[in-house]
Nanobody, 121 residues
Framework: QVQLVESGGGLVQPGGSLRLSCAAS????????MGWYRQAPGKQRELVAT???????NYVDSVKGRFTISLDNAKNTVYLQMNSLKPEDTAVYYC???????????????WGQGTQVTVSS
């Protein structure tokens, strides 16, 4: 019903920046909220940041002040600007979305396929 396509991952040196994008498409009317999660090798998937269609944001403490999440409601696209990257930010980053139908009813929660971010010198 909802497809999420991520882009923007890659290899960057410590202190560098990357910008992730995730575009939602498919059979839905609107997006209620989107977010980014990450999973490092041998660790559980954790929330990085979320944003509602009203612009309310939430961040995990470890990225506050370094990462910025934003949502383009017209494009159904969420961005994650990552600055001052650290080796511990290395992980597969997954996009997540809550979609609504045209009656404003909850359609479901959906995941992207993930994009690798590697911070290393």
């Amino acid at each position: 019903q909802v497809q999420l396509v991520e882009s923007g991952g890659g290899l960057v040196q410590p202190g560098g920046s990357l910008r992730l994008s995730c575009a939602a498409s498919g059979s839905f009317f609107s997006i209620d909220a989107m977010g980014w999660y990450r999973q490092a090798p041998g660790k559980q998937r954790e929330l990085v940041a979320t944003v509602t269609r009203g612009g309310i944001t939430n961040y995990v403490d470890s990225v506050k002040g370094r990462f910025t999440i934003s949502l383009d409601n017209a494009k159904n696209t969420v961005y994650l600007q990552m600055n001052s990257l650290k080796p511990e930010d290395t992980a597969v980053y997954y996009c997540n979305a809550d979609a609504l139908d045209r009656l404003n009813l909850y359609l479901g929660n959906f995941w992207g396929q993930g994009t690798q971010v590697t911070v290393s010198s």
